[in-house]
């Protein structure tokens, strides 16, 4: 079975959250739309093209010290159809980046899907993506949420939140926002048998 894939762009920069990108990076390169372990085998049933993206290729440095080679920088990144912006204590720095700001911006304008991770959350709300929208993040940075935009509805006790663009609130909730945004797009029993696969148990409760 092939299908058109989507690709996901994953964005990563130092000091990013492990679970933050990697969670959802297992979430959408595993899915497949034909069911079974051996589906999992080759890309055919994959509705998923999932890839990484930082400012340059150089190697980042994540929480803990675990390194990742991006595999695109900004500049050569093919064509994103969902971004997703994972968080980590990173994020405050570059919430004076002009320069991701504005591939944040203009990349949101051409994506399909805009989703965020923990404090990702913060740097979307930068950018301007969450005016007047329902949103959330890590517990620990709720409060900075509102501050950097006073519209921003901020939902305290929920995992995942979607108003055209989904935010979620911090770390392994990653997961729960990309298995949710899978069922939004493949249905249920694609989103369960993903969780299944993964041995990541889905409450349904965001």
């Known amino acids: 079975m092939t299908t058109e894939k989507l690709t996901v762009g994953i964005f990563l920069f130092d000091q990013v959250e492990v679970l933050d990108f ?4 297992e979430v959408f390169s595993r899915t497949r739309l034909t069911p079974g372990t051996e589906a999992r085998r080759s890309e055919d049933s994959a509705p998923f093209r999932v890839f990484t993206v930082a400012k340059s290729e150089a190697t980042v440095e994540a929480t803990g010290g675990l390194q990742v080679v991006p595999a695109y920088a900004f500049e050569t990144a093919p064509e994103i159809n969902l971004l997703l912006v994972p968080g980590g204590f990173g994020t405050r720095t570059l919430l004076n980046d002009d320069a991701t700001l504005g591939w944040i911006r203009r990349t949101s304008n051409k994506a399909q899907l805009v989703t965020s991770v923990c404090t990702g959350a913060l740097l979307l709300a ?3 993506l969450l005016t007047s929208r329902r949103a959330t993040t890590h517990w620990s940075a709720l409060e900075l949420l509102g501050e950097i935009d006073s519209t921003i509805a901020v939902q305290e006790d929920h995992r995942v939140v979607d108003d055209d663009i989904v935010t979620s609130a911090g770390v392994s909730a990653g997961i729960d926002m990309s298995l949710a945004v899978v069922e ?4 249920r029993k694609v989103a369960d048998e993903t969780a299944r696969y993964i041995e990541y148990p889905r409450t349904g409760r965001f």
Do not use: E, T
């Open 126 to 128: 930068r950018a301007g």
């Open 184 to 187: 939004n797009l493949f249905g």
């Open 22 to 25: 990697a969670g959802p990076f």
